[in-house]
């Protein structure tokens, strides 16, 4: 049977790893983690791989933003069982739908955006440093949150939180040609890390679709203009 089409709704995720990060390196070398999280296709692509931790995270991160675009167009995340989502090369397959990706190696960092309805490669991305002087986000917890409206604060859990907010926040005004001032980038209640964040203008629907991510010493966002 045919892979089905992907619904024309365009939403983005993206999902950042930093390879640096302790835990990582050698995690190809655990036949059990990479088991439960591979499809059996992929344990052979990371075995013969070069540099077998990268492979494996590479088609980590794919499935974290391949997943984080599913929840959006079904409305709320379904049980994410990483083997259900299969990467192959510029794809992710779910259910018979194909999610296109746009994967940078930059360094220790591995960055993949994923997309719907549309070709990834017209998604603004960025990664940084968490770690970064005169960015937005340079500062502690405190003053991070400081920056943010009360409704933005709400799901924050975490310096990097916060910091991938304000970067992401910065980066959408700047698309948009609009002050950062009438921007928030929000969630809905619920669960930690199953609240896709929402960009509003004006307290309204932003026309812009937006997607975020940290790890280790690393943030990252992703943008997609309605």
Known sequence: MAASVVTPTPAVGNDVVDLSEPGVRGKAGDGRFVRRVLHPSEVVAV???RDPDRALFTSWAAKEAAFKVVSKLRGAPPVFAHRAFVHRGETVEYEGTHYPLRIEALGTT??????????????????????QPGSPWNGSLDQLIGGLTPREAEPV????????RLGARRALATLLEVEESRLQIVCAPGMTGRRPPRALLDGAPAPADVS????GGQIGWAILLG
């Open 47 to 49: 075995t013969e791989a």
């Open 110 to 131: 591995i960055h993949v955006v994923a997309t719907s309805g549309v070709d990834p490669a017209g998604a603004f991305a960025e990664r940084h440093p968490l770690t």
């Open 157 to 164: 859990h975490s310096l990097a939180s916060a910091a991938v």
């Open 212 to 215: 975020l991510s940290h790890h």
